[in-house]
């Protein structure tokens, strides 16, 4: 397993973004969580095989239908052992 912290740019609030990804992780089994932040980005952790993590930060490039994703951040992170994949709110 590998956890990876992911941070969408562009127009990603207000078009369901979080939903989506929700959506995604969960098809993938992905775990960890997705939420909205202040400065309009939306920040991800997610938790997959390299593989599933691949086709996740992919999928996060093109977005849900009404994004527009203009760059996406990823860095590798420790392992939290999330047990499912939930959308929070926001976060400074």
Request: glycine share 10%; net charge negative; with cysteine.
């Amino acid at each position: 397993m590998n956890h990876l912290n992911v941070t969408v740019h562009g127009k990603v609030q207000g078009v369901n973004f979080r939903h989506y990804t929700r959506e995604k992780a969960v098809a993938l089994r992905i775990k960890g969580f997705v939420e909205n932040r202040t400065d309009g980005t939306v920040y991800i952790e997610a938790e997959g095989t390299l593989a599933q993590l691949e086709e996740f930060v992919t999928w996060c490039g093109d977005g849900p239908a009404r994004a527009d994703v203009e760059n996406v951040e990823t860095s590798e992170g420790a392992l939290k052992n999330y047990g499912s994949f939930e959308i929070r709110g926001f976060k400074d």
